[in-house]
């Protein structure tokens, strides 16, 4: 990389410090500015009737009751939303055989999930609006539901979309080596698992909303967005509603909670957008908890049969698994939900030496939500295949799950290196991370403790992940495959007339403080302090073209754009001050918003003097300057696909081996991501990181009957972590800077729900081993903990 | 036929007079009418905490209170906790020790951190975790709130 790496040859003010989040502060005293608080005037709601069966035939919609219901102003079915949106599809080139039919914001002839849109009401409340809604007379005619995902495959399984001769919506196999032929050797121990993986969800806090309004005037569509790539959704609605992308803005702002869920493209949302433009006023769509949960995007629901070979050594051989996962009627528009399982097959087994590899991944439609990237794309699946799979193989050959390990892993002085499945690695820390974990863990007291406890009839269990977590993508993640998704990121920084920076990005914030490391990347390295740095994101009216914040991608990008930026600005006002100050611009620098000397720090004009000379007084600057006080700077990932970040992780249980209850006694993370740039910010997103992974293994699980109906599609129901049953999480840091950067950060968000569910399986394996029984399906709720155990 | 029905009530000190639908819950009628859109509405059914306040000095969750139903009452939300519940130690805790992300959970977050402080309980990290049970976060992990709780009632003691 080259740039400017002066700029860490000095003590920093800011990279590095716990700086708390500027913009935390508004958000404390109630002043947040969510998408469901916008009230605009003439606004309406949009209120949205969803099929109550999971596959059904539309015969008749009867809306002539609803219409004269009071403040209804329109109502709208599938087939009039329609005619005023060119489909879509979710595949991408780069994800070849990948098949998924056209698809409508709202259902046509056939309703293929239960909370699939049917007809939407117009109305000058929500509260009106579900009154009208119940006045709707819909004729459905119930049509078999495709649930299960391996009857789904059967030949005699009734076929969701009738163009199709089955319901494989994408199969890929990955071999490398010859994985029997190595199994079948003499000193190999094989150890084959079904490993079961339920599909869970988000639950962000703030439900997904929208407001959307038209000038007619200007033909202009603005959407107040509560989701992660304004700039996707710029391109998506131009596209589909056949606007110019310059006439459609959206806008970002305070949201709450993401976490993947609103990166993509929800029908209701563009139904949304269709009906501001028809009806030219502002209509607003604020989903309740219920339509959060059947419409928003669920995750995982995977099924792999797995099989591991190891040596007496335990060295690994190989490893092999055949995947299919359920991704509801249709691949997701436009990332697709074949993206998870493509993971699983890059990621499984990524921070292991071994040769020999055969993975098989199958896509399958059913009637249920759609499924697609959720945070940690299929990391928890693949880290558990291999890292369970890896202890199971420890205990069966009698070894220590920390020996083994090491035995495994990629050494730290080799790379640049690849995995099995080709994945390119650079700057990683597998046993730097290993051996700082057990020293902060304090491994041998914990396995006397066990021992102890174990004496006593208390079944306390240890267990590891090492991982991997992609991050920083480059434009092979989507853009190769003809997403209009940039990988590519922009800021833009500018001195004001007193002395203050102006900073504008592309990268989006939803809580993670992406705002506060921009801010603290230009105070730091333009040299002004951090409360004269004033930051804009999301608005795509201002902000320069770039991906947003999703793949642990805000700080690693959108972190570098900010720094090249800050650096080309400082440059452009230090060559400034020399005319000024008659001296050469190399001998000054800027410091605490003046520039100095660099020999002596003396001060010699400040940025506010400095940028009114230039704004108000230019007729004392020579005529042939024309100073720019405002600079931009794009950065994409480059040499590598992905930018990868490494760890490794451990969970302390106790399984109460009467009730299945687990409880997770102590949690230990240490991450390599680089450079910190916020430490607190770094540990708390990892710490909430570990807590979702702990959710989707112990408590989390979108439950249906065999006719595609949600039995816990409520918060009461569905079981979100709590604070009573959280453990403390230790976090610690190996700092190995990516090579790609002068920034040197690679990505954080991901790796604690990445990790965490392999932890955690195997510390309740480790707990249950000396009862001989396992468990291998997440959630492991105490049910399935007790017939594990043979209790029921 | 949707009725209405006129309310008397004070909100962080402010008195208001307004016809409200007898169907509305309080959450609704504080975001909407009032325009105080600090009260965050998360599940609508009780149970996420997000729009949990004070009404006459108690915590109730305003999704499951009908704005009627605080007809003559004193209702105090995030927008007055600093100067209305001097919780300026408390908000200066959540800032510092960075106790929200999203910032979504963040106003019943308060309320009941809040609530635990003024009852007089101890800096217990256990018993932080039980009383704040009843408020999801989705982004923390919720150590940071615990520790941001714990702070305050420390500071307070000496």
Same mark, same amino acid.
Request: hydrophobic share 40%; with cysteine.
């Given at each position: 990389m080259t740039g400017p790496a002066t700029v860490f040859d000095k003590p920093t003010d800011y990279i590095g410090k716990s700086i708390p989040r500027s913009d935390a502060s508004r958000l404390l005293r109630g002043k947040g500015h969510y998408v469901d608080d916008i009230q605009l005037p003439r606004m309406v709601h949009a209120v949205f009737l969803r099929s109550p069966h999971a596959h059904a035939r539309i015969i008749s919609i009867d809306i002539k009751e609803a219409e004269k219901?009071? =403040?209804?102003i329109a109502i709208y079915t599938g087939n009039d939303i329609a005619k005023h949106v060119k489909p879509y599809v979710g595949v991408l080139s780069h994800l070849p055989g990948l098949r998924s039919p056209a698809q409508y914001p709202l259902a046509l002839?056939?309703?293929?999930?239960?909370?699939?849109?049917v007809a939407v009401v117009v109305c000058s409340s929500r509260a009106l609006g579900e009154d009208a809604l119940e006045l709707i007379n819909i004729t459905y005619e119930p049509l078999p539901a495709v649930t299960d995902t391996l009857d789904a495959l059967s030949s005699e399984s009734p076929l969701i979309h009738g163009e199709y001769d089955s319901n494989l919506a994408w199969k890929r196999e990955v071999e490398v080596g010859s994985l029997d032929k190595a199994l079948s050797g003499d000193d190999v121990i094989v150890i084959e698992r079904q490993m079961k993986f339920g599909r869970h969800t988000g639950? &962000?806090?703030? &439900?997904r909303a929208t407001v959307c309004d038209y000038v007619p005037g200007d033909d202009e569509l603005i959407m107040y967005y509560a989701g992660q790539a304004p700039h996707m959704l710029q391109f998506i609605l131009a596209k589909h509603l056949s606007m110019l992308e310059e006439n459609v803005r959206v806008v970002a702002h305070d949201? =709450? =909670?993401?976490? =993947?869920?609103?990166v993509h493209t929800y029908g209701d949302e563009i139904a949304t957008a269709i009906i501001a433009k028809l009806l030219k006023r502002p209509v607003k769509f604020t989903a309740d908890r219920l339509e959060s949960f059947v419409t928003d995007i669920h995750a995982r629901d995977h099924v792999v049969n797995v099989k591991i070979g190891v040596r007496k050594d335990g060295s690994i051989v190989g490893i092999g698994f055949n995947d299919f996962t359920g991704i509801g009627p249709f691949s997701m528009y436009p990332r697709t939900s074949a993206i998870e399982c493509n993971q699983i097959l890059n990621l499984t087994g990524a921070p292991y030496q071994f040769e020999h590899y055969q993975a098989v991944g199958n896509v399958v439609f059913q009637n249920k939500t759609l499924m697609c990237q959720y945070r940690a794309v299929g990391h928890p699946i693949a880290m558990a295949i291999s890292d369970c799979m890896l202890e199971e193989a420890a205990r069966v050959i009698g070894m220590d799950p920390v020996q083994i390990r090491k035995k495994n892993l990629i050494p730290d002085d080799a790379y640049p290196t690849k995995s099995a499945t080709g994945m390119r690695f650079d700057d990683l820390s597998h046993h730097a991370c290993l051996d700082k974990l057990l020293e902060i863990m304090n491994y041998d007291k914990l396995l006397s403790d066990q021992e102890e406890h174990r004496k006593k009839g208390i079944y306390r269990g240890i267990g590891f992940v090492s991982l991997v977590e992609v991050t920083n993508p480059s434009p092979m993640f989507y853009g190769i495959g003809g997403a209009p998704i940039a990988s590519q990121d922009g800021a833009t920084v500018r001195l004001d007339a007193a002395g203050a920076l102006h900073v504008s990005s592309s990268v989006t914030e939803q809580g993670q403080g992406t705002n506060a490391i921009l801010q603290q990347i230009a105070a730091d390295v333009f040299g002004v302090s951090i409360e004269r740095v004033k930051v804009t994101t999301g608005d795509t009216a201002t902000v320069p073209y770039g991906g947003g914040t999703w793949a642990s991608r805000g700080a690693g990008i959108g972190g570098e754009a900010m720094l090249q930026a800050a650096y080309a600005l400082k440059e452009q006002v230090l060559s400034t001050a020399a005319v000024i100050l008659q001296a050469k611009a190399e001998e000054l620098d800027i410091a605490s918003g003046e520039v100095v000397l660099k020999s002596s720090g003396e001060q010699k004009i400040s940025l506010g003097d400095l940028a009114k000379i230039v704004y108000y007084r230019g007729n004392e600057l020579p005529n042939d300057l024309q100073p720019e006080l405002i600079a931009t700077r794009h950065y994409r990932v480059t040499d590598f696909p992905f930018v990868f970040t490494n760890g490794a992780m451990a969970a302390h249980v106790e399984v109460d081996t009467n009730t299945g209850l687990i409880k997770i006694l102590h949690f230990w993370a240490v991450e390599d991501c680089g450079r910190v740039i916020n430490p607190q910010l770094v540990d708390d997103q990892i710490r909430g990181g570990v807590v979702q992974g702990i959710g989707g293994a112990l408590y989390e699980e979108c439950v249906y009957d065999a006719d595609g109906?949600?039995?816990?599609?409520?918060m009461a129901d569905y079981l979100v972590p709590m604070a009573s049953e959280m453990p403390e999480i230790t976090v610690a840091h190996v700092e190995t800077f990516t090579k790609t950067s002068v920034l040197g950060a690679k990505g954080a968000g991901e790796a604690g729900t990445g990790g965490a569910p392999a932890a955690i399986m195997n510390a309740v394996n480790n707990a249950l081993s000396p009862l001989n029984c396992g468990i291998w399906q997440m959630p492991m709720t105490p049910e399935r903990v007790l017939r594990a155990l043979g209790k029921i | 036929m949707m009725k209405t029905a006129q309310i008397t009530l004070t909100i962080n000190g402010e008195k208001h007079i307004e016809d409200v639908p007898v169907r509305m819950n309080l959450a609704d009628f504080i975001r909407t009418k009032i325009g105080l859109t600090g009260t965050h509405v998360g599940c609508e059914h009780g149970v996420c905490g997000a729009c949990t306040l004070f009404l006459d000095g108690v915590t109730i969750r305003s999704c499951l209170t009908l704005a009627v139903q605080a007809d003559g009452s004193e209702i105090t939300t995030i927008e007055g906790?600093?100067?209305?519940?001097?919780a300026s130690d408390l908000i200066k805790n959540f800032h510092t020790r960075n106790a929200l992300q999203c910032g979504y959970c963040t106003p019943g977050m308060l309320a009941s951190s809040i609530e635990y402080i003024e009852q007089g309980n101890p800096a217990d990290r256990e018993l932080v975790k039980q009383h704040i049970s009843g408020n999801y976060c989705r982004c923390t992990g919720y150590q940071a709130i615990v520790d941001a709780i714990c702070t305050t009632i420390e500071e307070r003691q000496n």
């Amino acid at each position: 990389m080259t740039g400017p790496a002066t700029v860490f040859d000095k003590p920093t003010d800011y990279i590095g410090k716990s700086i708390p989040r500027s913009d935390a502060s508004r958000l404390l005293r109630g002043k947040g500015h969510y998408v469901d608080d916008i009230q605009l005037p003439r606004m309406v709601h949009a209120v949205f009737l969803r099929s109550p069966h999971a596959h059904a035939r539309i015969i008749s919609i009867d809306i002539k009751e609803a219409e004269k219901a009071k =403040g209804v102003i329109a109502i709208y079915t599938g087939n009039d939303i329609a005619k005023h949106v060119k489909p879509y599809v979710g595949v991408l080139s780069h994800l070849p055989g990948l098949r998924s039919p056209a698809q409508y914001p709202l259902a046509l002839d056939v309703a293929r999930w239960q909370g699939e849109p049917v007809a939407v009401v117009v109305c000058s409340s929500r509260a009106l609006g579900e009154d009208a809604l119940e006045l709707i007379n819909i004729t459905y005619e119930p049509l078999p539901a495709v649930t299960d995902t391996l009857d789904a495959l059967s030949s005699e399984s009734p076929l969701i979309h009738g163009e199709y001769d089955s319901n494989l919506a994408w199969k890929r196999e990955v071999e490398v080596g010859s994985l029997d032929k190595a199994l079948s050797g003499d000193d190999v121990i094989v150890i084959e698992r079904q490993m079961k993986f339920g599909r869970h969800t988000g639950v &962000t806090l703030e &439900t997904r909303a929208t407001v959307c309004d038209y000038v007619p005037g200007d033909d202009e569509l603005i959407m107040y967005y509560a989701g992660q790539a304004p700039h996707m959704l710029q391109f998506i609605l131009a596209k589909h509603l056949s606007m110019l992308e310059e006439n459609v803005r959206v806008v970002a702002h305070d949201i =709450g =909670g993401s976490f =993947g869920i609103k990166v993509h493209t929800y029908g209701d949302e563009i139904a949304t957008a269709i009906i501001a433009k028809l009806l030219k006023r502002p209509v607003k769509f604020t989903a309740d908890r219920l339509e959060s949960f059947v419409t928003d995007i669920h995750a995982r629901d995977h099924v792999v049969n797995v099989k591991i070979g190891v040596r007496k050594d335990g060295s690994i051989v190989g490893i092999g698994f055949n995947d299919f996962t359920g991704i509801g009627p249709f691949s997701m528009y436009p990332r697709t939900s074949a993206i998870e399982c493509n993971q699983i097959l890059n990621l499984t087994g990524a921070p292991y030496q071994f040769e020999h590899y055969q993975a098989v991944g199958n896509v399958v439609f059913q009637n249920k939500t759609l499924m697609c990237q959720y945070r940690a794309v299929g990391h928890p699946i693949a880290m558990a295949i291999s890292d369970c799979m890896l202890e199971e193989a420890a205990r069966v050959i009698g070894m220590d799950p920390v020996q083994i390990r090491k035995k495994n892993l990629i050494p730290d002085d080799a790379y640049p290196t690849k995995s099995a499945t080709g994945m390119r690695f650079d700057d990683l820390s597998h046993h730097a991370c290993l051996d700082k974990l057990l020293e902060i863990m304090n491994y041998d007291k914990l396995l006397s403790d066990q021992e102890e406890h174990r004496k006593k009839g208390i079944y306390r269990g240890i267990g590891f992940v090492s991982l991997v977590e992609v991050t920083n993508p480059s434009p092979m993640f989507y853009g190769i495959g003809g997403a209009p998704i940039a990988s590519q990121d922009g800021a833009t920084v500018r001195l004001d007339a007193a002395g203050a920076l102006h900073v504008s990005s592309s990268v989006t914030e939803q809580g993670q403080g992406t705002n506060a490391i921009l801010q603290q990347i230009a105070a730091d390295v333009f040299g002004v302090s951090i409360e004269r740095v004033k930051v804009t994101t999301g608005d795509t009216a201002t902000v320069p073209y770039g991906g947003g914040t999703w793949a642990s991608r805000g700080a690693g990008i959108g972190g570098e754009a900010m720094l090249q930026a800050a650096y080309a600005l400082k440059e452009q006002v230090l060559s400034t001050a020399a005319v000024i100050l008659q001296a050469k611009a190399e001998e000054l620098d800027i410091a605490s918003g003046e520039v100095v000397l660099k020999s002596s720090g003396e001060q010699k004009i400040s940025l506010g003097d400095l940028a009114k000379i230039v704004y108000y007084r230019g007729n004392e600057l020579p005529n042939d300057l024309q100073p720019e006080l405002i600079a931009t700077r794009h950065y994409r990932v480059t040499d590598f696909p992905f930018v990868f970040t490494n760890g490794a992780m451990a969970a302390h249980v106790e399984v109460d081996t009467n009730t299945g209850l687990i409880k997770i006694l102590h949690f230990w993370a240490v991450e390599d991501c680089g450079r910190v740039i916020n430490p607190q910010l770094v540990d708390d997103q990892i710490r909430g990181g570990v807590v979702q992974g702990i959710g989707g293994a112990l408590y989390e699980e979108c439950v249906y009957d065999a006719d595609g109906q949600m039995q816990n599609a409520s918060m009461a129901d569905y079981l979100v972590p709590m604070a009573s049953e959280m453990p403390e999480i230790t976090v610690a840091h190996v700092e190995t800077f990516t090579k790609t950067s002068v920034l040197g950060a690679k990505g954080a968000g991901e790796a604690g729900t990445g990790g965490a569910p392999a932890a955690i399986m195997n510390a309740v394996n480790n707990a249950l081993s000396p009862l001989n029984c396992g468990i291998w399906q997440m959630p492991m709720t105490p049910e399935r903990v007790l017939r594990a155990l043979g209790k029921i | 036929m949707m009725k209405t029905a006129q309310i008397t009530l004070t909100i962080n000190g402010e008195k208001h007079i307004e016809d409200v639908p007898v169907r509305m819950n309080l959450a609704d009628f504080i975001r909407t009418k009032i325009g105080l859109t600090g009260t965050h509405v998360g599940c609508e059914h009780g149970v996420c905490g997000a729009c949990t306040l004070f009404l006459d000095g108690v915590t109730i969750r305003s999704c499951l209170t009908l704005a009627v139903q605080a007809d003559g009452s004193e209702i105090t939300t995030i927008e007055g906790y600093e100067t209305d519940k001097n919780a300026s130690d408390l908000i200066k805790n959540f800032h510092t020790r960075n106790a929200l992300q999203c910032g979504y959970c963040t106003p019943g977050m308060l309320a009941s951190s809040i609530e635990y402080i003024e009852q007089g309980n101890p800096a217990d990290r256990e018993l932080v975790k039980q009383h704040i049970s009843g408020n999801y976060c989705r982004c923390t992990g919720y150590q940071a709130i615990v520790d941001a709780i714990c702070t305050t009632i420390e500071e307070r003691q000496n």
